[in-house]
């Protein structure tokens, strides 16, 4: 069984400041994969960034990047230089196994405030 | 590329009448998945579809909830009778199936906009 668990039902930061959403999982699987996904105020989620498992290597996408820990099943989302735009609900969520399915945390609410 | 259609976006109904969810998932996508989201929550999984197969209907409560993705193409998820807890946006999504990861985009989803349902 899969499990993710999003401590920080809300948070703020200012525009143009760094912060970090965190995110801890479980799994029995030995091969999965990690995302965030980004709910905007009344649109469709969308993904913001996606890590393999068996990869060490932090995945990056522009101003977003992740600290993956494994051993801890820590993966916790950075968001450097917040933009208004970046104002929405962020999902961790895991993808074990052969089978696609992704389990889903409660999800932070991020407001950046101008 | 056209993105997950969903319809209706905004449903309202009295408890006990019927409602239907219509979703169209992004061409050449063989996974199909129905999510049901609580307000201030996460998606959580109703069922999923490889093809015409449903391969994962164990969230979905089959007393009241039916689901058919005929051709295994278009989706339907009914809802008879309608209760008050049933009052969510119930969320659709596809993805790449198995075998068929392009350009490493294993397991990542892509979601409609949500079909908002309110119980009176």
């Known amino acids: 069984a899969q499990t993710v668990t999003q401590s920080q039902p809300e948070m703020s930061v200012q525009e143009a400041e760094t912060v970090t959403l965190s995110c801890t999982y479980d799994t029995s699987e030995s091969n999965y994969y990690l995302f965030w996904y980004k709910q905007p105020p009344s649109r469709q989620m969308i993904l913001v960034i996606r890590?393999?498992?068996?990869?060490?290597q932090n995945a990056t996408e522009n101003r977003f990047s992740v600290n993956f820990q494994k051993a801890a099943k820590s993966f916790s989302l950075k968001i450097s230089d917040s933009q208004l735009g970046d104002t929405a609900m962020y999902f961790c969520?895991?993808?074990?196994?052969?089978?696609?399915?992704?389990?889903f945390g409660k999800g932070t609410l991020l407001t950046v405030n101008p | 590329e056209a993105g997950v259609v969903q319809s209706p976006r905004y449903k309202i109904i009295e408890k006990k009448q019927p409602v239907a969810f219509w979703c169209n998932p992004i061409?050449?996508?063989?996974?199909l998945y129905w999510y049901l989201q609580n307000l201030g929550q996460g998606p959580e999984l109703l069922i999923r579809y490889e093809n015409e197969e449903a391969v994962d209907d164990s969230q979905l409560p089959k007393d009241r909830f039916s689901a058919e993705r005929l051709k295994g193409v278009d989706s339907t998820l009914k809802i008879q009778p309608a209760e008050l807890g049933d009052s969510a946006v119930y969320l659709c999504?596809?993805?790449?199936?198995?075998?068929?990861?392009?350009?490493?985009?294993?397991?990542?989803?892509?979601f409609g906009e949500g079909s908002r349902l309110t119980v009176l």
């Open positions: 999504a596809s993805s790449l199936g198995a075998g068929q990861d392009l350009g490493g985009r294993t397991g990542e989803l892509f």
């Open positions: 890590q393999e498992a068996y990869k060490q």
């Open positions: 969520s895991n993808s074990g196994g052969s089978n696609y399915k992704l389990t």
């Open positions: 061409s050449g996508h063989n996974t």
